[in-house]
T-cell receptor, first 115, second 116 residues
């Protein structure tokens, strides 16, 4: 079945450090890929998405590129801030854009950024 | 995107009681989902709430424990029945935007449930 594997946390960084959170997936066909962020005490917010191979999603300084050859969708940010401290979830919709299906989530990665 | 609200935002309940959680969306949507997030864990889909018909439950979740209503295209409820401490979780409503095709989902703020 479909699955998403994220790097284990927690991840602790100093402000202005470079961030990478690894995400790999298993799915048949051409899934859509997402990163969601959950700030303390809140629900999930869609951070970015990519719907086909080589697409790059970007938002708020975060980027992720859909790599079909390595089945990966790693999240990166060049300079993190204390306000980026949150839990980050990688997720996939196993069907191509336009198909209504539930999402499969990774286990989440807790990021703490220290001043 | 859609604006999603949930009520209550949190509750503390006694074992054996039931709690109904409401999810309201500011626009009509075809697809609504209910997820559970146990402490420190990822999200697990409970069911898809279908408008005008019975919800579609995932493996491990049953209608008697988690009855769901979806009376229209902007509203759904999830009831957690005969609660035990193991039901302590965050319950999240999500929607796929609009009435047509989609691939992302947007989430409500969640309901934080503690069962004593």
């Amino acid at each position: 079945g479909d699955s998403v594997t994220q790097m284990e946390g927690p991840v602790t960084l100093s402000e202005e450090a470079f961030l990478t959170i690894n995400c790999t997936y298993t799915a048949t066909g051409y899934p859509s890929l997402f990163w969601y962020v959950q700030y303390p005490g809140e629900g999930l917010q869609l951070l970015l998405k990519a719907t086909k191979a080589d697409d790059k999603g970007s938002n708020k300084g975060f980027e992720a590129t859909y790599r079909k050859e390595t089945t990966s969708f790693h999240l990166e940010k060049g300079s993190v801030q204390v306000s980026d401290s949150a839990v980050y979830f990688c997720a996939l919709n196993p069907y191509p854009s336009g198909s209504a299906r539930q999402l499969t989530f990774g286990s989440g990665t807790q990021l703490t950024v220290l001043p | 995107s859609a604006v999603i609200s949930q009520k209550p935002s949190r509750d503390i309940c006694q074992r054996g009681t039931s709690l109904t959680i409401q999810c309201q969306v500011d626009s009509q949507v075809t697809m609504m989902f209910w997820y559970r997030q146990q402490p420190g864990q990822s999200l697990t889909l409970i069911a898809t709430a279908n408008q005008g018909s019975e919800a579609t439950y995932e493996s491990g979740f049953v209608i008697d424990k988690f009855p769901i209503s979806r009376p229209n295209l902007t509203f759904s409820t999830l009831t957690v029945s005969n609660m035990s401490p193991e039901d302590s979780s965050i319950y999240l409503c999500s929607v796929a935007p609009g009435l047509g095709f989609y691939n992302e989902q947007f989430f409500g703020p969640g309901t934080r449930l503690t069962v004593l």
